[in-house]
């Protein structure tokens, strides 16, 4: 225990660890929070949705469309049982790899394993059920049909 106090590196490498996976124990018991928004930057520009741990942003001219909403949610279930950093570390890996085999980072990101398996489910037509952030009440996302 002394050991662990007097080391700042470990500590902070277990107080991550216990953020992780408390933040994957919760994302496995609760449903997603939804944020709408006007505009969403990300490293790779402007995005429509993104997914990060218990939160998925959408922009405002996408908060009904399912593709964009379902899509972000297989990247929460994958976020929740492989935890926010083996996620990361999985995505990250993914995006190099892709990277080295294609020489350009829009076909590493159409080739990343996460979001092929992404793309794979947008259309599935499963309902799921988010709690709306902007609204304070769970909704339930259907694809209309
Ligand atoms: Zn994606």
Redesign the pocket.
């Known amino acids: 225990m002394e050991n662990l106090i007097n080391n700042k590196f470990l500590l902070l490498t277990y107080i991550a660890l216990a953020i992780n996976f408390a933040v994957s124990a919760f994302m496995l018991t609760n449903d997603p929070i939804l944020i709408t928004t006007e505009k969403i930057y990300s490293i790779a520009g402007e995005a429509g949705a993104i997914s990060c741990g218990p939160i998925i942003v959408v922009k405002e001219n996408h908060k009904d469309d399912y593709e964009y909403l379902r ?2 949610y297989q ?1 929460y279930c994958n976020q929740a049982v492989l935890t926010p950093i083996g996620h990361f570390m999985i995505y990250v890996f993914g995006a190099f790899e892709g990277f080295v085999r294609y020489g350009n980072w829009k076909m590493a990101y159409a080739n990343n394993p ?2 092929r398996d ?2 794979d489910k947008q259309n599935d037509g499963i309902e799921f059920k988010v709690f709306d952030w902007n609204l304070k009440q769970k909704k339930t996302i259907t694809n209309g049909r």
Do not use: D, V
């Open positions: 899509h972000e990247h996460l979001e992404a793309f």
